[in-house]
């Protein structure tokens, strides 16, 4: 099954966001189920990336250094550690964040509430994930 993530695109002028499709290998019946399934998903590939070793330097062109300098910041995207990261971690940790409230995630055009609801998901959705910041200052 094939959904669509909307992905802000870093880097781009006009802080781009474009739907990138994400192949899943079972139908998610509940919003837990995707958030593992997501997860899962990144997580392989990045430890693929490492162990191929693509996360080295590349030039940049004066486009990209252009539109990162927009943004304050011009990196070259390196992981210094170069270490995989572990499945189980990563699914705890964003389950426990949106849990937290840190991240909200909408299917098409509405909110998924709940951990454990039934979710029906068709091919081609699209799904958002909006990470929720924080406003700097006190909070009490």
């Known amino acids: 099954m094939i959904l669509k993530i909307n992905l ?4 781009q002028r006009k802080q ?7 192949e899943y290998s079972q139908t998610p019946k509940t919003l837990r189920e995707l958030i593992v ?4 998903n990144c997580v392989d590939s990045y430890n693929e990336r490492v162990r191929r070793g693509e996360d080295s330097a590349r030039p940049l ?6 539109d990162m300098a927009e943004i304050g910041r011009i990196a070259f995207g ?10 189980d971690k990563a699914v705890d ?5 949106f849990e937290d409230g840190l991240y909200r995630v909408f299917l098409n055009d509405g909110e998924l509430e709940r951990l454990d609801d039934p979710i029906r998901v068709k091919e ?3 799904l958002t ?3 929720l910041t924080m406003l700097a200052g006190r909070m009490w």
């Open 78 to 87: 390196i992981n210094y550690g170069g270490r995989e990261q572990a499945v």
């Open 37 to 40: 399934q997501t997860v899962t």
């Open 93 to 97: 940790n964003a389950l426990q964040s």
């Open 61 to 66: 062109s004066g486009q990209q250094i252009t």
């Open 16 to 22: 781009k966001i474009a739907p990138v499709d994400f």
């Open 124 to 126: 081609n959705d699209t």
């Open 129 to 131: 994930f909006i990470r």
């Open 8 to 11: 802000k695109q870093i880097g």
